[in-house]
């Protein structure tokens, strides 16, 4: 049973560029969240989608853009990259609802932005 | 607005010895969930356990053991006979469910825990 997985691993990209970060959920589930986390710091609530709709959204500008497929997965669109979206990535899935379910997570995405 | 407060930056510990992570959280919701991850140095986040806010009953889950509060709004996690492999960032985090909207998960700071042979 595959985990969530994400791609690329490493990404280094320069100021005002663009970048995209895909992911695939675990088996059986059907959102997606993304987070990001700056180095010593927890991780972040970026956005999540279910049924290829945004339904949440953490305190990100609209730089921050995502997209959800039929099939579940997931990507992550930055545009006019800063210094500051140097960090982590990270991608996790679980069973849409307000049932509490747990987001299991997938290995990250590490962008450094110079 | 929800928070979430891990005070402990960075514990150390010698092997063998039990530690305490301590979490202490802010609800406006009388329904919501809480949750320990951990995350090793490569990177991934762990799922250790999930707990509602309906059942303040205490868990054992072998050298782990969690203690949640209402009272105090705390949710602390003991590792007992700590182990080398233990070491990592451990994070808790919360999770208030809202209509037609999903389950965004709000997290502490963390806590690196170094474990010493």
């Known amino acids: 049973d595959a985990g969530v997985t994400q791609s690329p691993t490493h990404l280094i990209k320069t100021r005002g560029q663009q970048v995209t970060l895909r992911c695939s959920p675990k088996?059986?589930?059907?959102?997606v969240s993304w987070y990001q986390q700056a180095l010593g710091q927890g991780p972040q609530f970026i956005f999540q989608?279910?049924?290829?709709?945004?339904?949440q959204r953490g305190n990100f500008p609209d730089r921050f853009s995502g997209h959800q497929f039929p099939n579940y997965s997931s990507e992550l669109n930055v545009n006019a990259l800063l210094l500051g979206d140097s960090a982590l990535y990270l991608c996790?899935?679980?069973?849409f609802g307000t049932g509490g379910y747990e987001q299991y997570f997938g290995p990250g995405t590490r962008l450094t932005v110079t | 607005a929800q928070k979430v407060t891990q005070a402990q930056t960075e514990i150390s510990v010698v092997e063998k010895e039990d530690v305490t992570l301590d979490c202490v959280y802010e609800t406006r919701d009388t329904t919501y969930y809480l949750f320990w991850y951990k995350q090793p140095p490569s990177g991934e986040l762990v799922f250790l356990i999930r707990r509602n806010s309906f059942d303040e009953q205490n868990e054992i889950s072998g050298r782990y053991s969690w203690n949640f509060q209402k009272s105090t709004s705390s949710f602390n996690f003991t590792i007992t006979a700590s182990q080398v492999v233990d070491s990592a960032v451990y994070f808790c985090?919360?999770?208030?469910?809202?209509?037609?909207?999903?389950?965004?998960?709000?997290f502490g700071g963390g806590t690196r825990l170094m474990v010493k042979p």
């Open positions: 989608y279910y049924e290829e709709e945004e339904r």
């Open positions: 985090a919360l999770s208030e469910p809202h209509n037609n909207a999903g389950n965004m998960l709000t």
């Open positions: 088996s059986g589930h059907d959102t």
């Open positions: 996790a899935s679980s069973l």
